[in-house]
């Protein structure tokens, strides 16, 4: 009998694999024998009554938004039986996991590789989701990426102990109760609760405070002896606060902040692009760059704090009973990541900690990312197609025209109410009626906000987000006294181009057109850049003097000259020519009216302050 086996039958000396057949899981998870970033997982699964069993490992979990396809990363998968006999296993159509003679199943031996170092499965998981085992020092465990559910069986119990080096200390939402120094263990009432409660385990570097009646943790893991969690936990502490007086109530008592500050080891992260965080219903977990001081920290973890409202506290059927198997979309990721992003945004606003000023200048921005929509552009229908390769180009607008959308509907909202609601109080009101286990039919949405409105919202949303007409900032920014310009044309320095950043494949792409009658470098719509001045384009992303070649080809002076290669129609070619004074237009300005009504003053203030 093979070793790994041997110790998985004798991970806990009291449990037998001869006992009688329990209706839950029991996980046992083995970080103390890490061979290349690979850990063994033992599973005693619940009773199977069929001749066949599907053992599924996700095709993605929640929040996401974007394809794992975790079977990638998993080895020698074994199903055994009572008398320690393997059953037959063979593959789906769709990779998962099929087992034979499943009513003889008592438990499933696997090994499981962590995503953050992965360069040969394709996986492309985003780190903030992901696993990361790197032998006695840290173990980031997301369990959609290291624990699997028999199909039919999603919503039972789970157990899962977890035999650890004695030194490292394990945190979460969760509970966990430590058995020993080396073994812990946590429960999970189902699959979707354990995949919604991370685990980090990491050298103890942690810090807690208390705000508005939460209790926050916060564990910071990262390579080497600093100790960062207090400096975090204060700024941490300052933006609770700043939630706590934005929102009526705080909807949870416990929450955890878990990060993964990386020290740029590229043998423990392969690719460290997708830095950001992930939201839970008591958590959030963070992957970002190592600082001892977090700068910048504040626009993401204010988001996703704020998702314990929306989608953790009310979203549709899709979400409640989430298909790890074959994932079926919400059409609302305009409400889960549009109005989050809005209210966090606004939050610092409500609490005085920016000005208006600053908050037209984020509108600002996030508005003159309505131009990368095509004309066909429906927001529900994007949503339900997001896992789709070309709506994936599209997601990153759901933080910018989806925020901006959420902000129209608030005012229009309090326009309807005479100022005595807001957006936020509409998502309160909802939350009564439905919760974190009573969703909403994904359908219902539309007439439940008119429910709480009136008809002329939900025209609004008909129109601007389940059809194909763009926001209309000109009529709704005046009524709070707001002058909206869709454009200006100025005449500067330059080369005539604009950039388009998209993502192919694994890279990041720059695809150029013109944009003034004078264009010195002879580009056309749709050339790629390759290089600037012989240097690869792929290296400037990543290289010191990238800032400077990259303002050469933006901002020149007059009489400068520029040489790039750009890909056209297959074919690379070397252009070349000198800046001269071209056309510059900019796009979706909105200015602040220095003489505002008084109704218009009025529905500001209930808009930012009430």
């Known amino acids: 009998m093979p070793k790994s086996l041997l110790s998985a039958l004798f991970f806990l000396t009291s449990f037998s694999i001869l006992q009688a057949q329990e209706q839950r899981y029991r996980v046992d998870v ?3 024998n890490v061979a290349n970033d690979r850990i063994h997982i ?3 699964t619940p009773r199977v009554l069929a001749d066949t069993a599907v053992v599924v490992f996700p095709v993605t979990v929640p929040g996401t938004y974007e394809e794992h396809k975790w079977w990638k990363l998993v080895r020698n998968f074994r199903a055994i039986d009572s008398s320690l006999r393997d059953l037959p296993v063979h593959r789906s159509l769709d990779s998962q996991f099929v087992v034979e003679e499943a009513r003889k199943l008592r438990f499933i031996s696997y090994e499981i590789d962590d995503s953050f170092d992965d360069v040969t499965n394709g996986t492309e998981v985003f780190p903030a989701a992901g696993t990361g085992f790197e032998s006695d020092s840290i173990f980031v465990l997301n369990h959609g990426g290291i624990v699997c559910f028999v199909e039919g069986a999603q919503h039972v119990p789970f157990q899962v102990n977890v035999k650890k080096p004695k030194h490292l200390y394990g945190g979460s939402s969760l509970n966990i109760a430590r058995i020993s120094d080396t073994l812990d263990t946590y429960l999970a009432d189902t699959y979707d609760q354990l995949v919604d409660n991370p685990v980090l385990y990491s050298l103890p570097d942690t810090a807690s405070f208390m705000i508005h009646g939460v209790r926050v943790i916060v564990q910071c893991a990262h390579a080497g002896t600093d100790t960062v969690a207090p400096a975090y936990a204060k700024e941490l502490a300052r933006l609770t606060k700043t939630i706590g007086k934005f929102l009526p109530t705080m909807p949870v008592n416990r929450y955890a902040f878990l990060f993964y500050l990386w020290k740029g080891d590229q043998t423990k992260v392969a690719n460290p692009r997708g830095m950001g965080a992930l939201e839970h219903g008591n958590s959030s977990f963070y992957f970002l760059g190592f600082q001892k001081r977090p700068i910048g ?18 979203h549709s059927e899709e979400i409640d009973a989430f298909d790890f198997r074959s994932p079926k ?3 609302h990721l305009w409400l889960y990541e549009g109005t989050t992003e809005y209210f966090s945004t606004l939050a610092p606003l409500h609490d005085s900690t920016i000005k208006e000023e600053g908050f037209r200048r984020e509108i600002e921005s996030k508005l003159k990312d309505q131009d990368r929509i095509p004309p066909d552009f429906s927001f529900t229908d994007f949503s339900r197609n997001v896992l789709s390769a070309d709506e994936q ?4 607008i759901v933080y910018t025209y989806g925020a901006v959308n959420a902000f129209y509907v608030d005012i229009l909202i309090r326009e309807a ?4 609601k807001g957006f936020l109080d509409v998502i309160y009101r909802l939350r009564e009626d439905f919760g974190p286990s009573r969703p909403f039919q994904d359908d219902s949405l539309f007439a439940l906000i008119e429910r709480e409105t009136s008809p002329s919202i939900r025209n609004y949303l008909e129109t601007y987000v389940r059809g194909t007409k763009r926001i209309p900032s000109a009529e709704i920014l005046s009524k709070i006294g707001w002058k909206y310009t869709a454009e200006k044309v100025s005449r500067v320095p330059g080369y005539g181009i604009a950039m388009q950043f998209t993502m192919r494949g694994n890279e990041v792409s720059a695809i150029m057109k013109p944009t003034s009658p004078e264009n010195p470098l002879s580009v056309k719509d749709g050339d790629q850049l390759i290089k600037v001045e012989g240097k690869p384009f792929s290296e400037i992303q990543s290289s010191s003097d990238g800032t400077s070649l990259f303002s050469r080809l933006r901002s020149p002076k007059l009489g400068d000259t520029l040489n790039i290669t750009v890909k056209r129609d297959g074919t690379e070619l070397n252009l070349s020519g000198v800046a001269t004074t071209v056309n510059k237009t ?13 109704e218009q003053s009025a529905l500001k203030r209930a808009v930012f302050y009430e």
């Not at 180009?393 to 990153?396: E, G, I, K, R």
């Not at 109410?417 to 005595?420: A, D, H, Q, R, V």
């Open 30 to 32: 083995d970080l103390t």
């Open 42 to 44: 033992s599973m005693w």
């Open 297 to 314: 920290l504040g626009e993401v973890a204010v988001h996703e704090f704020l998702h314990i409202l929306i989608p953790l506290n009310l």
């Open 329 to 331: 979309m919400s059409q």
């Open 393 to 396: 180009q599209l997601y990153p």
């Open 417 to 420: 109410s005479g100022g005595s």
């Open 586 to 598: 900019e796009r979706h300005f909105i200015e602040i009216d220095p003489n505002p009504t008084s």
